[in-house]
Nanobody, 131 residues
Framework: QLQLVESGGGLVQPGGSLTLSCAAS????????IGWFRQAPGKGREGVSC??????YYSDSVKGRFFIYRDNAENTVSLQMNSLKPEDTAVYYC??????????????????????????WGQGTQVTVSS
C-alpha cells in the first residue's frame, strides 16, 4: 500500500526559501501524479502544484515562485518554495493519484476539487512565514 511522508517544513522569514519533500517507501512514485496542497488556519485545503507524467502545474498564487520536480533515484517529489510570503503559511500536504490527466483536471477546476486524489495522502508539514 502506498504511504507518503512530507518533510522540510519550518519557520522562515518573508522572502526566504524552503524545500519540501514527499517520500514513499516500497512503492515507486513514477506511475503516480503527485499534487501539493496546503491548508491555512481557518481556510479550506487548496491545491498549489501538481506533476504528471509530462507536465508541471502551478496555481496563480505560487507560479514563478514555487517549483515541483521528481527525484526518481530517491523516490521523492519535491516542492521548492522561493520568495515566501506570510500568506504562504499553512500545513502542506502531498497526495498521489494514478488516474491519467488528474493534474489537468485539478488545474482546470481552479485547484478546488480534490476528490480525485484518493490513492494516498501524507500527514502534512507546517510552513510558517513570519518576521
Amino acid at each position: 500500500q502506498l504511504q507518503l511522508v512530507e518533510s522540510g517544513g519550518g519557520l522562515v522569514q518573508p522572502g526566504g526559501s524552503l524545500t519540501l519533500s514527499c517520500a514513499a517507501s516500497g512503492v515507486s512514485l513514477r506511475p503516480y501524479a503527485i499534487g501539493w496542497f496546503r491548508q491555512a488556519p481557518g481556510k479550506g485545503r487548496e491545491g498549489v502544484s501538481c506533476i504528471s507524467k509530462g507536465r508541471e502545474y502551478y496555481s496563480d498564487s505560487v507560479k514563478g515562485r514555487f517549483f515541483i520536480y521528481r527525484d526518481n533515484a530517491e523516490n521523492t517529489v519535491s516542492l521548492q518554495m522561493n520568495s515566501l510570503k506570510p500568506e504562504d503559511t499553512a500545513v502542506y500536504y502531498c497526495a498521489a493519484e494514478s488516474t491519467p490527466y488528474v493534474c489537468d483536471y485539478l488545474y482546470g477546476s481552479g485547484w478546488s476539487e480534490l476528490r480525485d486524489f484518493d490513492d494516498a495522502w501524507g500527514q502534512g508539514t507546517q510552513v510558517t512565514v513570519s518576521s
